[in-house]
């Protein structure tokens, strides 16, 4: 007999349709009922095979046998102020990792995690404090999608972000593979222009993703673009200098339909100053892409600083004259930990629920 654990067992949510059909196949069953169970999965949100009435008993239990299907573990949510919702969930080996949900009147956009931990170590970040525990599997990923769609109930989960824990780019089969299931009709069925993998700029892996048949938008962590000061606060810049990035950026413009979008984290006395604008009006100058600034969030046990209102318009008005549009992110979350990285290293005790049957 083959237990749970078995290695003939295959996690449902890490297979496309197409690789769910084979399968099924493969078990001498019909590609009716393979769209069936996908159906149950993605369309009515049902997570156990014995709930799936219109299987005979046999199937079902086969189905049990051969194929393991569960999302993460909620161990605790936080609401904001501002509506905003940070899960901090348990997968099956006890790691912890994070998602935010940031729901608005009809729809909703999700912050995903794709590494437990993160290997980069850049210096104002709580995830790159906890260093890398491991990859998220693809049915890791994706549970995360269903586990918010179950949350939000009639609301649409409209935009799926890369900018939990975890550089997305470090983990490039399984996060590809997820997007595969997140855009496929018969699965999730978002929109790839609703999807963002952001990077702290993994230059072959970004050259890899701009010759994939799948085109998400891709956000870029600039935070700094001196040499000398984004390799003292992202060590990945000492491998892929700025200028090297640039040009890979430039050449996946011209692969994709997307502009690409810069994320900056404004910090007080280090990347605001007038050296900082001319290298940003420099870099930014001849491109076709976006700006997104956000301010500092604060991160316990890191000696930062997040600039005041009036610092930060100062920095945004000379910055004015960029073609490129700007937007301030309001650091979202702020009061429940908002910084991803901050809840999963932190003790939090772990509460029972439903989730752990695995
Ligand atoms: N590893 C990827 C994606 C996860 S980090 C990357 O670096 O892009 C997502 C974003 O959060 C990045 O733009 C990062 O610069 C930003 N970030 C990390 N720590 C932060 C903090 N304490 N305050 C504000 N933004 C932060
Ligand atoms: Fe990793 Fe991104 Fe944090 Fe850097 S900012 S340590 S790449 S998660």
Redesign the pocket.
Known sequence: MISAQSPEVINFLDLTPEEFHKAIQELGQSKFRATQILDWVYDKNIYDFQEMLNLSKDLRTLLKQRFRLFLPKVIESFKSADGSVKFLLELWDNSRIEMILMPSEKSATLCISSQVG?S???KF?A??KLGLTRNLLTSEIIGQILLARKYIKNRKLTNVVFMG???PLDNYENVVQAVRIMTHEKAINLSSRKITIST?GVIPKIKLLANEDIKVKLAV?LNAVIDSKRNEI?PINKIFPLADLKKTLLDFRHSTAYKVTYEYVMIKKFNIGNDDVRALLKFLGDQSCKLNLIAWNPVEGLDYEAPNEKEIEEFKAKLAQLQCPIIQRDSRGNDINGACGQLAGKNIERKEGDHGKY
Do not use: N, Q, V, Y
């Open positions: 993160c980069r170590k850049c970040c995830t790159g824990m975890g550089e702290s962590s992202m």
